[in-house]
């Protein structure tokens, strides 16, 4: 079993439309939480950190349930331009980095 | 700010020879610089951290002898692959550390290397 793990997607949704990525982890020692977000053949960007009382920022809301050992991002309104592939970070203490393999979305007109 | 600069952006070398990618942070200090090798349609798998001034700790399966780390400086990190064949050819990215209070610690990529060997 990998230690982070997302949902395969694709997903193709229309523009306007609500989206949902879930992403689990096994390590109980996980101390941070961060999606990113990774256009075709760029570095991924920081798009929001996962904190345990959940944030928003604009159309996207980030969840962290450790009892359960999962983090959420919801995308609200999509736009095309939120079209890439969507990657889940967690971090150990220690600033381990394990990435998921990412959720690629496609927003269409 | 927090920017990395990392070059080259891409290079094709012939199989057998070395190639040097370096990551530069240009308005921070990086105590801590991690590589990341990612294959098409994969995920970035950690291929080593390094930590200025002392030897690099890679990641099980990863050959240090192979892919040779140096971050002599709080600002340079650098990445050398000896003896490149085709199968190294993948997307090289390095991600930096800031130095910072504990709870305000944050990461930058660099923008990558795409690394073609023939």
């Known amino acids: 079993r990998k230690e982070v793990e997302q949902d395969p997607g694709p997903f193709n949704v229309p523009e306007g439309a609500t989206v949902a990525f879930n992403c689990t982890y096994s390590n109980s020692a996980s101390q941070s939480f961060f999606w990113y977000r990774q256009d075709c053949r760029k570095e991924p960007k920081l798009l929001m950190s996962v904190y345990s009382s959940g944030n928003e920022d604009g159309r996207f809301t980030a969840q962290l349930n450790r009892a359960s050992q999962y983090i959420s991002l919801l995308i609200r309104d999509s736009k095309l331009s939120d079209s890439a592939t969507y990657l889940c970070?967690?971090?150990?203490?220690?600033?381990?980095?394990?990435f998921g393999d990412g959720t690629t979305l496609t927003v269409k007109p | 700010g927090a920017v990395v600069s990392q070059h080259p952006s891409w290079v094709i070398c012939k199989s057998g020879t070395s190639v040097k990618i370096e990551c530069r942070s240009l308005?921070?200090?990086?105590?801590?610089m991690f590589w990341y090798r990612q294959f098409p349609k994969q995920s970035l798998m950690l291929m080593a951290t390094?930590?200025?001034?002392?030897?690099?700790?890679?990641e099980q399966g990863v050959e240090k002898d192979k892919f040779l780390i140096n971050h002599a400086s709080l600002t340079l990190s650098t990445l050398t692959v000896t003896s490149a064949h085709p199968e190294d050819s993948s997307f090289y990215i390095c991600s930096a550390r800031f130095r910072g209070p504990v709870y305000n610690y944050g990461y930058t990529f660099g923008s990558g290397t795409r690394l073609t060997v023939v």
């Open positions: 390094s930590n200025e001034g002392s030897k690099a700790t890679y």
């Open positions: 308005d921070f200090q990086a105590t801590t």
């Open positions: 970070v967690v971090k150990t203490n220690a600033g381990k980095s394990t």
